[in-house]
Nanobody, 120 residues
Framework: QVQLVESGGGLVQAGGSLRLSCAAS????????MGWYRQPPGKQRELVAT???????NYADSVKGRFTISRDNAKNTVYLEMNGLKPEDTAVYYC??????????????WGQGTQVTVSS
């Protein structure tokens, strides 16, 4: 009864910028932590950035200083601003939200993924 819909992926040149969005909807009492993960071609999924409800953030070393994660609690939405993109950033990007559906039921939900391709 909860779904996450991602948008904003696409093809950009190296050095370019892109902004990803992920909106959660459905039976939501409150959203706790949110995050972005990515899976490059032929590789395992890896953490990109996380953000708590009060906007404490954590970044992978590979994106620190280039990417910014943020959220709008009123809109149940998390964003990822990506600057100075490199070819090695090419991956399918997934958003995650830990959702409290009732006072006794919290679990992780995942978006469908959005493709980000950075050309040389």
């Amino acid at each position: 009864q909860v779904q996450l819909v991602e948008s904003g992926g696409g093809l950009v040149q190296a050095g370019g910028s892109l902004r990803l969005s992920c909106a959660a909807s459905g039976n939501i009492l409150r959203i706790n932590d949110m995050g972005w993960y990515r899976q490059p071609p032929g590789k395992q999924r890896e953490l990109v950035a996380t953000i708590t409800r009060v906007s404490s953030t954590n970044y992978a070393d590979s994106v620190k200083g280039r990417f910014t994660i943020s959220r709008d609690n009123a809109k149940n939405t998390v964003y990822l601003e990506m600057n100075g993109l490199k070819p090695e950033d090419t991956a399918v990007y997934y958003c995650m939200a830990n959702v409290l559906r009732s006072l006794f039921s919290a679990r992780d939900y995942w978006g469908q993924g959005t493709q980000v391709t950075v050309s040389s």
